[in-house]
């Protein structure tokens, strides 16, 4: 699901545009830029930007990136990953960019400049980034199915800069922090194991919890549960395989933990919206004649 509006849908001069997807499967994303700053805000799921010049950017849920205006960025390999994501896209320098908002134009000097000492980044969302994102889910929900009410819009205008000030500030203050203990033994253990058949009671006996408050707290830090995180990284592992080797798919459908070739190929295509043959044909270089 994709719901993109422009700024002048909550009458504020300083958005380029603004919106959420919720993308049950993998979706083209390939190199552009903005004027604007653009702020990229992962619930849930995973995805990795390329941003130049600065490189790749994995995200989990929990996480966002900052974007500077100019620089040219795509999802890693034109692609986003199945995730829940929102995006602002913004100038400060815009005409007439404090209409409609709490900000004076001092204020947007200031969030400028923040943004650009900050550079291309990526940091931490905390508790109340979370809630104001889910507030704003609920939002963009309904003026996607119905003429905004004004009070709708008051509501919109005031979700989007409170949540446009919180990132700024965590631009400064948020020293990004590793994952809980138990969650980063966990993931340590699922990526040494992902390609043998994996439960969850296996892996919370490993780190010493119940198998309900292993769910949750990996759900919490990752964004995702134990088997999605599992199934990105047999994709990851497989598409370097496509890209690097000449081992034949269902090999490395069988090497990554598939049970078969057909449902390696459903689960990757689903990941990349491309079969396994299609990702390698477009991976390999091609061949120079003599």
Known sequence: MHYKFEG???????????????????????????????????????AVYEIEPDGSFPLVGGE?????????HRAENDRNAPCRMFWIVFDPGTPGAARNTPFRSADLRKIAGRCRRAGN??????????????????VLLTLAGAPAAPLALARLRAL?????????????SDTPTPCDALVTEAIAYLQANFARPLRAPEVARRVGISVSRFHQIFKEQTGRTPADYV?????E????????????????ALDCGFCSSQYFARVFARHTSRTPTQFRRESTPPTLGG
């Not at 959420?20 to 004027?35: F, I, M, S």
């Open 231 to 235: 199934q990105r990284l047999r994709v």
């Open 8 to 46: 002048k849908a909550a009458e504020i001069p300083l958005l380029e545009h603004f919106g959420y997807n919720d993308l049950r499967e993998a979706d083209p994303l390939g190199w552009h830029a903005h004027e604007g700053f653009e702020f990229v805000f992962l619930s849930e799921g995973a």
């Open 160 to 172: 989007l800069c409170q949540l446009l000030v919180d990132a700024v500030e965590r631009l400064d």
């Open 64 to 72: 966002y990136t900052l974007t500077l205006p100019g620089a040219r």
């Open 237 to 252: 592992t497989a598409s370097r395989l496509l890209a690097e080797t000449p081992l034949p798919v269902v090999q490395i």
């Open 121 to 138: 980044t990526r940091r931490h969302l905390d508790r109340a980034l979370l809630h104001r994102l889910a507030e704003l889910r609920a």
